[in-house]
Every structure is written in C-alpha cells, then in structure tokens.
Nanobody, 122 residues
C-alpha cells in the first residue's frame, strides 16, 4: 500500500504560480512512477504529468508543456508539480497517483491522493 497526501493548492490570479506537493508513505516510494491528474467540475479526470522512478524521464500533457514541471525527491518521498503561467482553464482538483509503470491513463494508476483544489482567477 502507498498513501498519498497532496498539498499546496489554492487561489491564484492568472499568470501566477503554485507548487503542489505529494507526500508518500508506505511501500518504497522510489519504486513507483508518479503522476499528476486533474479534474474540473463535470469533467473526466485527465492526465497532467508523470515522472519515472529516478526522475530522469518525464511526460506532460500538451497544454501544460513549458508551464508545468514535475519533479521528485526520493529522499523525502515527495513528488512536486511546479505550475507557472497559470490560466483559468487550469482550475481543477489536482490529484497525485502512483503506479508501477509509466502511464497517462488514470485507470492504470493503483494509488491516489485525496486531491487539492487549484483555482485560477481571470
């Protein structure tokens, strides 16, 4: 089992920045690929970014490329999502997730956090 707890969400103006954190506990964190997803009201949960176990391989959804950066610190059992140049359409609940394989589909992930709200005002 892996327990995940997100933090760092909040209200920010368009063009601003936020850094989300996801703290993991349980089985060895460094064995897992980590992903960030987001879900806006009335919409499906969509892929945002993912990172492999070492941090050397990352993958991003097209709309966040160049604005968001995923990273991890295995010594702290934490994965981060640095979000810059935020837009109102980035407003959603953001979830981190853990999986044994790199994936972009939410159904592929085994463990999920409770989510953190990000609201971007125009």
């Amino acid at each position: 089992q892996v327990q995940l707890v997100e933090s760092g969400g909040g209200l920010v103006q368009a063009g601003g920045s936020l850094r989300l954190s996801c703290a993991a506990s349980g089985r060895t964190f460094s064995r897992y690929y980590m992903g960030w997803f987001r879900q806006a009201p009335g919409k499906e949960r969509n892929f945002v970014a993912a990172i492999n176990w070492s941090g050397g391989v990352t993958n991003y959804e097209d709309s966040v490329k160049g604005r968001f950066t995923i990273s991890r610190d295995n010594a702290k059992n934490t994965v981060y999502l640095q979000m810059n140049s935020l837009k109102p359409e980035d407003t959603a609940v953001y979830y981190c997730a853990a999986n044994v394989n790199m994936a972009t589909m939410a159904a592929a992930y085994d463990y999920w956090g409770q989510g953190t709200q990000v609201t971007v005002s125009s």
